[in-house]
């Protein structure tokens, strides 16, 4: 059996714009590993959320692909919600406001392992008792706007995850919290991916967050992948000059946002 995930090749994204088309990826070559926790690092405009828009099969229909993105992991190709979870930057826009929180918990696991709406309320309580959300009980029945933006990123995590992903992507998913829970959410993360056996794709302009707990990372620049490697040999001997600039930028060897894994 195949050890490999899924594999970019030659993977370019573009746009059309007034007289001209702009390159969000340029010929990405990149191999995911099966149960891996691998780090994109960039920063903003490098091509890092395009880069999981089209793993996830998510990009907008404006949006030009060529090369390919092949998934031997799975032998076809994956679907939305069910193979590839994903965990967007602001769980505000991301979850409904109008909508219990049982029941957007419970919509993937519905949708996709065709559960019946107490079958899928109950998968839905446990979800959110493993994200560690205070009183899962009446959680289920309350609104985004009852929690805090970190409590709302857990529910977020909840809902990505409810379908049993193999690929669970996470973009940016930190940014607007606070240190100590950019941390919790990042123990989170990597906890949940260990005890399911999934892929993650974390998704970060901060390569200090993120060298505590990828197995590899990648990084961005302009739309290209400029280098990638196992994370300790990255932080050791970057090859590349920009690569230098985003540690020297970011890492704080004495910082408590380098996560040791459980």
């Known amino acids: 059996m195949t050890s490999l995930l899924a594999e970019l090749r030659g993977l370019s994204v573009s746009y059309p714009t007034a007289g001209r088309t702009a390159f969000a990826l340029r010929e990405v070559h990149l191999d995911i590993a099966m149960g891996e926790r691998l780090a994109i690092i960039g920063e903003s405009g490098s091509g890092k959320t395009t880069l999981a828009l089209a793993l996830a099969s998510i990009l907008p229909p404006q949006a030009r692909l060529a090369g390919r993105i092949d998934w031997p992991g799975l032998a076809r190709a994956p679907v939305a919600g069910r193979d ?3 965990v967007f930057q602001d769980p505000g826009s991301s979850l409904n406001p109008v909508m219990r929180i049982g029941e957007q918990v419970a919509e993937g696991a519905r949708r996709h392992l065709g559960l019946g709406r107490s079958a899928g309320l109950e998968r839905a309580l446990s979800l959110l008792q493993r994200v560690r959300i205070p009183d899962p009980e009446a959680a289920l029945r309350g609104y985004p706007h009852q929690f805090s933006g970190g409590q709302r990123q ?5 809902c990505a995850i409810a379908a049993r992903p193999r ?5 940016e998913p930190t940014s607007a919290l606070d240190m100590v829970v950019q941390a919790e959410i990042v123990r989170l993360l990597d906890g949940l991916v260990r005890e399911e056996g999934m892929t993650l794709v974390f998704i970060t302009h ?17 739309g290209a992948l400029v280098e990638a490697g196992a994370t300790r040999e990255i932080l050791a001997k970057p090859a590349q000059a920009y690569t230098r600039s985003l540690i020297a930028a970011h890492i704080d060897f004495a910082s408590p946002r380098l996560i040791e894994p459980a």
Do not use: E, N, P
């Not at 060298?211 to 990648?218: E, K, L, Q, T, V």
């Open 206 to 222: 901060d390569i200090g967050l993120a060298s505590g707990f990828a197995d590899r990372i990648a990084v961005f620049r302009d």
């Open 167 to 171: 690929l669970l992507i996470a973009d």
């Open 84 to 86: 590839v979870g994903f």
């Open 154 to 158: 857990r529910i977020a995590i909840a």
